[in-house]
Structures are given as C-alpha cells and as structure tokens.
C-alpha cells in the first residue's frame, strides 16, 4: 500500500467542472427474474460517447446469460455537450439498482476527473480502474479551476482505494485498431480484477452478440490489451 496525503484532494470545484446537463429523467432501470447471491456491485462512470451503455449492456446480458439476476440504472446528460453518462448495475439479489456510498466493488471510470466524481461510491477493498485520458470539459474556459494534474488525480484515488488502476485506454484502442474499441479495452481490464463475478469467456461470448460483427476482431484485441494489463499486475 503506498502512502498518500488525503488532505490534497481535489476541491469541490475541479471535481465539478464536467457533467453539467445531466437529466435524472433518462434513467431507466432493467432487469433479469433469475437468483443469484450477495450483489457485486458495479459502477461505470465517463462521458457521452465513450460506449459506457454498450459496456454495461455487455456485462449485463453477460451475468444474465450465465444464470445471475442483474439489475441496472442508466443516468446521462446531453452527451453532443461533453455529458456524464453513468450506469450502476448489481449482478446477485437485489431490489434497487442504486449503489450507495462506499458499497462499489468496482469502479469503471472512462475519463479521469469522473473517476473522482465518483469516488465516493468506492471503499478501500474496490477496485477502481481509470483511463488517463482526458476529455476537457466544454465550459473548462470559463472555469476558475483549471483541469487537475493526472498525478493529482491518481494521489486522491490512492487515498479511497487500495486498489486503483490507471491506463492510457485511448492509446491502447487506437493500437487495437480504432478509437472506439476504447470501452472494450475498459472492459478488458474490469474482467480481469479479483473477484470479478463473470468469467472471461462469458463476456467474451456477450460481446459476440452485441458489438457488430465487423468490430469483434478490433474488439477482441482491445479486450485482451485491457485484459493482460491488470493480470500483469500493472497499475
């Protein structure tokens, strides 16, 4: 465990800068009527246009193909703005889809400064896995906090979890083949944390079902690079 000073956590006011616009109403809960156990739970958190959906979809359709109940909520903003899409789901029994304070087991943060904004949901034994690159916030001009520092953000991460995980996802999908296999390298990486509930092969099958047929080899590569990096142990 690295030591961290948790009194150089971001304000309120950098954490804030992205997300403006979003709308409770566009949140939607689904779920599956099979038994499972104590809920794993999942929270994934980035901006409109990242695949957040397709990934929790894939994850879901995942769970339930394997026998799991799952229930999920999806929230977003206007994403066309730079909006915050987010999306909790439990994979075991459960009537509320909602995760509160402290109860992740995993946080999918697609952008940086979302990490954080979430990070609330997170404990000290979660998992927290975020992509480094950063979308700058579409009113960042007429803020008084600049964006922060990624070695900032990490620092405040270090300080919730014990657990965190930081990579380039865009490099890594651009290498895969294409920028928007940057969710499959996200998922990549969540399949391969300890106690992640669903086996390897399970996703990879959902994902044959629900990416488009032309995309699976782009995808498939992004999924492993994401995969092979936490297995190998690099944070």
């Known amino acids: 465990m690295q030591n961290c000073n948790c009194n150089n956590k971001l ?20 779920s599956s009527n099979l038994n499972y156990e104590t809920p794993y739970n999942i929270y994934i958190c980035g901006v409109g246009g990242q695949g957040i959906i397709k990934t929790s979809i894939v994850i879901g359709e995942a769970a339930i193909s394997g026998g799991n109940e799952v229930v999920m909520t999806e929230i977003h903003g206007m994403a066309q703005r730079g909006g915050v899409v987010s999306t909790e789901l439990k994979i075991g029994d459960s009537k509320s889809s909602i995760i509160e304070e402290g109860k992740a087991d995993l946080l999918l943060a697609f ?27 579409f009113n960042i001009s007429a803020s008084e906090n600049p964006y922060p520092k990624l070695s900032d953000i990490i620092e405040t991460l270090k300080c919730k979890s014990d657990n965190v995980f930081s990579l380039d996802a865009e ?65």
């Open 171 to 235: 490099k890594m999908a651009k290498e895969a083949g294409h920028i928007l296999s940057l969710n499959m390298v996200m998922l990549g990486a969540a399949t391969a944390v300890s106690g992640f509930p669903l086996k390897k092969e399970i996703i990879l099958d959902s994902m044959r079902s629900n990416l488009p047929e032309k995309s699976i080899p782009i995808n498939m590569k992004a999924f492993e690079d994401g995969f092979n990096f936490v297995k190998s142990g690099m944070k």
């Open 111 to 137: 952008e940086p400064l979302e990490a954080v904004r979430a990070a609330s949901k997170a404990n000290k034994n979660s998992a927290i896995i975020f992509n480094t690159s950063s979308i700058m916030p």
């Open 11 to 30: 304000n309120s006011a950098q954490c804030g800068t992205i997300g403006n616009g979003i709308n409770k109403k566009d949140s939607r809960e689904i």
